[in-house]
């Protein structure tokens, strides 16, 4: 199995932006989607943002579209998520995530799916 080695998190003042990053081991999938999932307590895990290998294509959770930036170095087989403008609601535990196998088609479902494989979590905290 891939490993996922997610980092970046941290405690940051409404407004303030922050920074994650997701390492995967040595892989040799085809296509595959990578991205972020978070869960805050006492809620249902939800999907953030996702990008496709086969063409880089992004998707989004509507309550981050336009604050959150999903990007890839596919030679460094590493995916990073721009956070601006955190509100206190983004606080949670963010997850990085990656499915083999689907394709730029399907991105948008993959944000209500179950990936394959996770990585061990990274805490995100907004203060008011």
């Known amino acids: 199995d891939v490993q996922l080695q997610a980092s970046g998190g941290g405690l940051v003042q409404t407004g303030g932006s922050l920074r994650l990053s997701c390492a995967a081991s040595?892989?040799?999938?085809?296509?595959?989607?990578i991205g972020w999932f978070r869960q805050a307590p006492g809620k249902e895990r939800e999907g953030v943002a996702g990008?496709?290998?086969?063409?880089?294509?992004?998707v989004y959770a509507d309550s981050v579209q336009g604050r959150f930036t999903i990007s890839s170095d596919n030679a460094k087989k590493t995916v990073y998520l721009e956070m601006n403008n955190l509100r206190p609601e983004d606080t949670a535990i963010y997850y990085c995530?990656?499915?083999?196998?689907?394709?730029?088609?399907?991105?948008?479902?993959?944000?209500?799916?179950?990936?394959?494989?996770w990585g061990q979590g990274t805490q995100v905290t907004v203060s008011s």
């Open positions: 990008i496709s290998s086969e063409d880089s294509e992004t």
């Open positions: 040595e892989f040799s999938f085809g296509t595959y989607v």
């Open positions: 995530a990656l499915s083999p196998g689907w394709f730029s088609s399907l991105l948008r479902l993959w944000l209500f799916s179950s990936p394959n494989n």
